[in-house]
């Protein structure tokens, strides 16, 4: 078939035209219509479709797994971010009695807001005028039924009091006069003392600044804790400290409990029943808690110069809890002073007891001011 194009339509008429004359003459013919021609264009090349782009179908979105809960969460207060993390001193200290009165000092039992418990204490006040350099001492253990207050404290107490120090030793939870509550892993005892600093410091006749702590056996394990906690603490003094670490603190006193043949069958079983309340879930159950509970990972935090004694008869405390504080602290680049008294047991006698005393003493006049 062929197309024309529209500008091809004139010359084509004229042609029909002169065709015509040439025939012979006739009847005249009615000429039709011209029919008109009409170009028709060429059509556009008809483009196929352009095939839509396949779907690609988004990979499916996997969701995240969720984490895993951690079944020990309750027990994060208690670890050493835990107590860190809290807040200390809300309250004050009240007077409850004057005790007793000597030469150097006044005794009195004092009581103090911590946790939500009242605790209870025993306050030793220099005589004369202040203020005067403030020292808090954490008592070892004691059967809650025979504690009394200032027992493990009063000797230390009285030797700082009569050199002019202001001290504060607090009963604890459970003890003598406090109000009873778990220790949880041994670190209400901790919360406890925490709390009496900020509040120390704000009695009339306290030196301003930072406090001096000193502690004895499981008091040298509160004590131990609670420079990895605080930063108020200008000077510590660990005596025969129990061990630094939870899961040895958990093991012996299970130990012990079991060991101790001489105690009424009913004390024994207590003790143990107390334990496994304290410790609500064992070291192999959660080795990374208790990891975390314990201070000799948070060394680096101390701030506090730190002197340390120990007796090579102790029947109570191996050289390992000690020894391993030090080495810590040493690892840390902490300052520390270690003393080592040959043939003396867990609590010191004699010319080394006072030796001790006058070490301790002579530690907090330097590092207080």
């Known amino acids: 078939m062929v197309y024309y194009s529209s500008r091809s339509l004139p010359g084509l008429l004229a042609l029909a035209i002169a065709l015509a004359a040439c025939r012979p003459a006739g009847p005249a013919a009615t000429l039709p219509t011209a029919a008109v021609l009409v170009a028709t264009s060429r059509p556009s090349a008809t483009l196929a479709p352009t095939p839509a782009p396949s779907a690609t179908l988004a990979p499916t979105a996997t969701a995240a797994p969720s984490p895993t809960p951690d079944p ?59 203020p005067f350099p403030v020292v808090i001492l954490n008592h070892g253990y004691y059967p809650l039924d025979v504690y009394q207050t200032g027992n493990g404290s009063k000797l230390a107490a009285d030797y700082l009091a009569e050199r002019g120090f202001l001290t504060l030793s607090p009963d604890f939870r459970s003890h003598a006069g406090s109000d009873d509550a778990v220790n949880y892993f041994r670190a209400g005892q901790v919360i406890d003392a925490l709390n009496l600093i900020p509040l120390a410091q704000q009695l009339p006749d306290a030196r301003p600044g930072h406090v001096g702590m000193w502690g004895h056996s499981n008091g040298g394990a509160v004590t131990a804790k ?11 003094v660990i005596y025969a400290p129990a061990s630094s670490t939870i899961e040895e603190d958990y093991q012996f006193r299970l130990e012990r409990a079991a060991a101790r043949r001489d105690q009424p069958p009913g ?7 107390r334990v496994s309340v304290e410790f609500p879930v064992a070291p192999a159950d959660a080795p990374e808690l208790y990891r975390r509970l314990s201070p000799l990972p948070y060394l680096q935090f101390v ?9 090579t008869a102790d029947e109570t405390v191996p050289y390992k809890w000690p020894g391993d504080l030090l080495a810590g602290l040493q690892a840390a680049g902490k300052p520390v002073e270690y003393f080592e008294y040959p043939g003396q047991p867990h609590s010191f006698q004699g010319t080394a007891n006072q030796q001790y005393l006058q070490r301790m003493a002579d530690f907090f006049a330097q590092q207080l001011g």
């Open 226 to 236: 609670a420079i990895v906690v605080s930063d108020q603490i200008a000077a510590a």
């Open 267 to 273: 004390r024994r079983s207590g003790v143990i029943d």
């Open 303 to 311: 701030r506090a110069p730190v002197q340390i004694h120990w007796g």
């Open 72 to 130: 020990f969460a309750a027990y994060a207060p208690y670890t050493i971010a835990g107590l860190r993390a809290r807040s200390y001193g809300a309250g004050q200290i009240e007077i409850l009695d004057t005790l007793e009165q000597t030469p150097s000092f006044t005794r009195y039992l004092f009581a103090y807001p911590s946790d939500g418990l009242r605790i209870t204490g025993m306050l030793n006040r220099p005589r004369g005028d202040g």
